[in-house]
């Protein structure tokens, strides 16, 4: 059994997987317990499109090489 805790609501899945497509559809904060661990986090987050971060701002981050 997977639990997903999201603010005070409580939702129980068969399997991990199911637990996480619920937690990404969310889009928000959860905790997802099973197998006596605990995952916490807001799972399918965005990331960066066309050089924007999600916020909009440019994503600017560049490896240096030495």
């Known amino acids: 059994m997977v639990v997903v805790k999201h603010n005070l609501d409580t939702h129980e899945f068969q399997s991990l997987d199911e637990a996480m497509a619920f937690a990404k559809e969310l889009g928000e904060f959860v905790t997802i317990q099973f ?3 605990e995952v916490v986090g807001v799972f399918g987050a965005t990331g960066v499109t066309d050089g ?5 701002i440019d994503y600017s981050w560049k490896k240096r090489r030495k």
């Open 52 to 56: 924007k971060c999600p916020d909009g």
């Open 35 to 37: 197998d006596g661990k």
